[in-house]
């Protein structure tokens, strides 16, 4: 029964993809999207509660997270998938246990909210932002300024758009008529990922955002600097304005997937 795997294990353990639960109505929908990462991608999945939200949950939240181990067996045969408690809230959990994640699933607003300060720490994974379950469509969006310097958000988009058979949308924000990085980065991939069809746009603001990636199956974002070194996006930022209105699961991204 899934009340034997609800355990209380150290993060020292933790590999693969994981799902921070938070009690919320929509940490279902990213347990399912996770779940079918890992199926997809043959890793295996970790639910993990943060010890402080566990004791304020009501009956209801603890019977239907105890529930949801065995319905993502059921939904996904084969899938490896485990409990685990560990101590702290949302954003220590995902700061602490991220580094020997491949990715982590949170669920929005509680997964990752917006606050003015301090500024919101970093993960050291992709970190996926759920509100609903995945729109049945077979295109991936990536949001890229122009003077983005990082491969990493450019090339999981590549990646995860090559493993799951999906057309790549690429929109540039604010593109102006200079050569750049982050132009340069998708031209590069674009030859590594012969099977992805590609689709490039320019956007002249963050302001279009929403309408333009409406309907993706994933939009992938990434944290940058400008080429004075300052932190120009950041994830706050990103989630609580630009994706304000983005139903679709929001892939954050500063760093590579680990091994």
């Not at 999945?45 to 943060?50: A, C, F, K, N």
């Not at 929005?108 to 917006?114: L, Q």
């Not at 122009?146 to 995860?160: C, G, H, K, L």
């Amino acid at each position: 029964m899934s009340d034997a795997r609800e355990t209380t294990m150290s993060d020292d353990q933790l590999c693969g993809l994981a799902v921070v639960l938070d009690g919320s109505e929509h940490e279902v929908a990213a347990a399912h999207w996770a779940a079918n990462w890992a199926e997809h991608s043959h890793h295996h999945l970790s639910l993990i509660e943060p010890r402080e939200l566990v004791s304020a949950q009501t009956s209801y939240q603890r019977h239907r997270t105890r529930c949801l181990a065995d319905e993502l067996r059921c939904t996904h045969p084969g899938l490896t998938v485990d409990h685990r408690i560990l101590d702290g809230g949302p954003d220590a959990v995902i700061c602490r246990v991220s580094p020997r994640c491949t990715a982590m699933a949170v669920s929005r607003p509680s997964g990752y909210r917006h606050q003015a300060a301090p500024r919101l720490a970093v993960p050291q994974c992709p970190l996926v932002v759920v509100t609903d379950e995945p729109a049945d469509t077979q295109t991936i969006s990536l949001l890229v300024d122009p003077r983005q310097t990082s491969y990493a958000p450019t090339a999981f988009a590549f990646a995860y758009a090559a493993s799951c058979g999906s057309d790549l949308q690429a929109l540039l924000i604010g593109a102006d008529s200079e050569h750049s990085p982050g132009e340069d980065a998708i031209r590069q991939l674009a030859i590594c990922y012969p099977s992805v069809t590609l689709r490039t746009s320019v956007l002249p603001s963050w302001g279009g955002v929403a309408d333009e990636v409406a309907g993706s199956q994933l939009v992938v974002v990434g944290s940058w600097t400008d080429r004075q070194g300052r932190h120009r996006i950041d994830h706050g930022f990103l989630v609580a304005q630009a994706m304000a209105d983005v139903d679709s699961p929001v892939a954050l991204i500063t760093h590579e997937p680990a091994a």
